[in-house]
């Protein structure tokens, strides 16, 4: 894991807020797939996984963990396979919307 972000801030954010941000990191990933930027693909795969990571160690529930988990293999594999998956983008944007309003 990176030391890219300040995981006490983190762990202050709702639930939301956090699956937001980690859908900024699909997002931008999804987004430097189409463009064929490999460079930014991977900085974004990357802190989007980190992001996962500290927050499926800090859930308190397993379905939400788990949840979480499944999503993150639907990223890795999406970005393995080089395949879009608008339908992960728009799960994690959902939350956005929620942390939003």
């Known amino acids: 894991m990176s ?3 300040d995981e006490e801030k983190w ?3 709702s639930f939301n807020e956090q699956m937001g941000n980690i859908g900024s990191e699909v997002g931008r990933t999804m987004s430097a797939m189409r463009r064929g930027d ?3 693909l991977k900085g974004a ?3 989007g996984l980190d992001l996962i990571d500290v927050t499926a160690k800090t ?3 397993s379905g939400r963990r788990k949840e979480l988990l499944r999503a993150r293999e639907l990223f890795s594999e999406a ?3 080089k395949s879009i ?3 992960l983008d728009d799960y ?3 939350f956005a919307l929620l942390a939003r309003s």
């Open 85 to 87: 998956d608008q339908k």
């Open 45 to 47: 795969y990357y802190r």
């Open 11 to 13: 762990a202050s954010l």
């Open 79 to 81: 970005v393995e396979t």
């Open 38 to 40: 490999e460079q930014a």
């Open 59 to 61: 859930l308190k529930t």
């Open 92 to 94: 994690f944007m959902t």
């Open 3 to 5: 030391n890219h972000f």
